[in-house]
Each structure stands twice: as C-alpha cells, then as structure tokens.
C-alpha cells in the first residue's frame, strides 16, 4: 500500500498530527506551570468532582466521544457481536494476562532494580497502585483511541460493554489474589457514573443527533457534511484535557519527580507490552485494522478513575498506592498517543475489507 493511502494520524489532523508531540509537551508543561503558579485554576475546578469522577474532565471526555458516537449505527452492533474474535482478544488480554503482568512487571522494578531508590514498604504501597490499574481496562478515553485510529464504533462499543460487565465481577477477586488484600470494596458510585457520562450519554446523544439530521438532511448531508464538523474536537478536547489533568498534579509532580519518573518506567513497559500481545494476536487472526486497533488499545490503556478511587480508600489519600495511580493517568495520553500513532503507521498488515 502507498504512503498516500496510508490513513495516517498526521493526515487526518493536519498541523496537529505533524507537530503532535509538540503540542502534547505545551500543553503538558502548561498544565504544570497553571498548577504551580496559577494554582486556583484547578483548586477551583477540583471543587466540581462527584464519586471520585472531575466533571469538567468528564465534559471534555464527552466532547471527544461525541464525535464516534455519532458514526455508530445501531444496526452494526448486532453484528458486532457475532465476530468474536476482537472480543477474545479484548477479553483474554484484559483478565487473563494484564493485571499478572502487571504485577510481575511493577514487582521487578519497584523491588528489584530501584530499592536503592525506593524503600520497601514505599515499593509495596507503589506495586499495589500500578495493580490496581492492571486490573481496571479503560471504559472512556479507549473510544478516543478507537476514534483516532478509525476504529469500527460499534465493535469498540460492545469491546467497553463487555469489558465493564467483566470488570463488575473480575476486579475484586483479582486484586484481592494479586495484593493480598480482602478489604476491597469496589466503588460502584464511581463505576456507575463513569459508565453513564463516558458510555450512556454520548451514545446517546451521537443517536439523537445521527436519527436527526439524517431524517432532515439525508444520509449523504450527514457522511459527508455534518460528521466533518467534528473533525478537530477529539484532538482540541485531548489537549484541553491534558492541560487540566497535569495542573490538577502540578504540584505532585514537582514535589516528586524522581519516584514519578520511577513509577513510570514499569507502567509504560507494562502498556506497550499488552499492546504488542493484542495487536500481534490480532494480526496472526487476520482481524480487520478497525477491529485490532481498539482490540489492542483498550488493553493497554486503563480506567483510572476507579483505580485512583480504590486506591484511596484502601490505602489513603497520601499514600504510594494512591500516587501510583495518578502516575498512571499521567503517563497514559502521552504514551496511549505514541501506540495511535503505532497502530496507523502498521495499518497496511492487516486486513481492509
């Protein structure tokens, strides 16, 4: 296949995908510099958070989902379901492989490499935060990832759906095996929320306004008119959100940029690796690239949300469990960008019809 055909991320967004990691690093460093110095910008905007989940994150989330929901047509998630082969490979990465990876990858480091630098009862408190994002695959910012790689919407819907019914039965027994621990109370206000503002409204929302427009203007007005009105929200949202995730962690960051940079090193081994086992098994199965992107990335990335909120409840507001967790939602969009960008430049392995 040609480079002109190649449906790449620099193609689809222009000045933004060619400068990407420019324009990540800006709004990182302006994330950093408002919550050093401009801190009541995200003092204030912490103020708007219920069950653990900051609503202006939410909104913006929702900003970048909007777009995909749109493109789903309803009658394709029927059909969804009867391909299960992306669905196994979601699965059997998500539950069988990650969190025990994840595990045995934090461990080594944590323990082993960086107790020069870590002590072990810190060294414990960090491996069992980087578990609990190992057990808890993402359910929001994964459609942002299918979007960008031209993910098939339906499929990467049913993935999440069935990823968050998993989640309700597989996630205590998991990490109470992994960590040792029985206490483990799953915050269902957290999951709840997040399924309905991440999942339920988008959907939707994408639905009303798909069923709309196309009754107003036709099919054709709505393919290739309205959709391309929304070709840059994704990206704008991303870098809004990336902005007020670091200046709500400025200060963590700065006030620890040693163990952060420790604590990093394991989590971003651990997401390239499930990526590469999802994506290469999708390969060998000679899946559709709409089909295995999503497959891979739902895999690799992780829902923060509820691993930050269990996290604190079991181990403490200043804990190492709990800044592991917020490591891990620090290194996910840069890294999760970098496997976009991975996923199409390989798009010509796999199958396109």
């Not at 460093?29 to 994150?57: D, Q």
């Not at 200046?247 to 963590?252: H, R």
């Not at 409840?313 to 917020?326: M, R």
């Amino acid at each position: 296949m040609s480079r002109l055909k190649e449906n790449n991320l620099a193609n689809e967004m222009g000045v933004f995908g060619r400068y990407l990691t420019l324009w990540v690093a800006l709004c990182i460093l302006l994330g950093l510099l408002i919550g050093k110095w401009i801190p009541i910008i995200p003092e204030t905007l912490s103020k708007f958070e219920y069950a653990n989940v900051s609503i202006p994150v939410a909104i913006l989330i929702w900003l970048m989902i909007y777009p995909m929901m749109l493109k789903v047509d309803f009658t394709s998630i029927v059909k969804a379901t009867k391909r299960p082969k992306g669905l196994t490979i979601t699965t059997v990465t998500n539950w069988l492989i990650k969190p025990f990876t994840m595990y045995l990858i934090a461990a080594f480091f944590l323990k082993v490499v960086f107790k020069l630098w870590i002590t072990p009862d810190l060294a414990n408190e960090y491996l069992a935060g980087a578990v609990l994002l190992g057990a808890a695959p993402c359910t929001a910012m994964v459609f942002v990832w299918s979007h960008l790689t031209k993910g098939d919407p339906a499929y990467t819907l049913v993935q999440v759906a069935v990823n968050d019914l998993i989640l309700l039965l597989a996630f205590t027994p998991i990490v109470a095996i992994l960590l040792g621990v029985t206490n483990i109370e799953v915050p269902y206000d957290t999951l709840f929320l997040s399924v309905v503002l991440f999942v339920v409204i988008p959907l939707l929302g994408g639905f009303l306004s798909r069923k709309y427009i196309v009754k107003r203007k036709g099919l054709d007005y709505f393919e290739n008119s309205f959709l391309k009105k929304f070709d840059k929200t994704t990206i704008i949202g991303l870098f809004l959100t990336l902005i007020i995730i670091f200046s709500f962690q400025g200060k963590i960051i700065l006030n620890n940029p040693l163990h952060i940079a420790l604590i990093a090193i394991p989590l971003t081994i651990q997401t390239f690796l499930i990526f590469s086992i999802a994506y290469i098994w999708a390969k060998a199965w000679k899946l559709k690239h709409n089909i295995a992107a999503p497959a891979a990335l739902i895999g690799a990335s992780n829902f923060f949300e509820l691993a930050v909120a269990v996290a604190i409840a079991l181990f403490g507001l200043q804990s190492g469990a709990a800044l592991a967790t917020v490591v891990g939602v620090l290194v996910e969009v840069p890294v999760m960008l970098t496997l976009v960008r991975i996923a199409n430049n390989t798009r010509y392995w796999f199958k396109t019809t």
